[in-house]
């Protein structure tokens, strides 16, 4: 089992910044990629980025490219997601979630998820 925990969302105004962080814990993630997913109130939940347990591979959606950067550090079990330029746009509850080794851009392939953290850009 693996538990995941996300914390750093919160209120911004668009073009702000924010850092999402996803803990994890029960197990070491380093042979899993994390990825995160958005959801916004009435629509599906829907892929923003990815990266593999080595780290060398992200993917993006494209609504986002150039704007979010994925990461993390193995040592400390954690994967971050830095969002600049937001858009009201990009309101939605932020999800982590991990499968093994390599990415993917559907949520049903990952096995853990967090409860998600709320993300308001104000215009």
């Known amino acids: 089992q693996v538990q995941l925990a996300e914390s750093g969302g919160g209120v911004v105004q668009a073009g702000g910044s924010l850092r999402l962080s996803c803990a994890a814990s029960?197990?070491?993630?380093?042979?899993?990629?994390m990825g995160w997913f958005r959801q916004a109130p009435g629509k599906e939940r829907e892929f923003v980025a990815a990266?593999?347990?080595?780290?060398?591979?992200?993917s993006y959606a494209n609504s986002v490219k150039g704007r979010f950067t994925i990461s993390r550090d193995n040592a400390k079990n954690t994967v971050y997601l830095q969002m600049n330029s937001l858009r009201p746009e990009d309101t939605a509850a932020y999800y982590c979630?991990?499968?093994?080794?390599?990415?993917?851009?559907?949520?049903?392939?990952?096995?853990?998820w967090g409860q998600g953290t709320q993300v308001t850009v104000s215009s």
């Open positions: 990266i593999d347990y080595s780290g060398s591979n992200t």
């Open positions: 029960g197990r070491t993630v380093s042979h899993y990629a």
């Open positions: 979630a991990v499968r093994l080794f390599v990415t993917s851009r559907a949520p049903v392939e990952y096995d853990y």
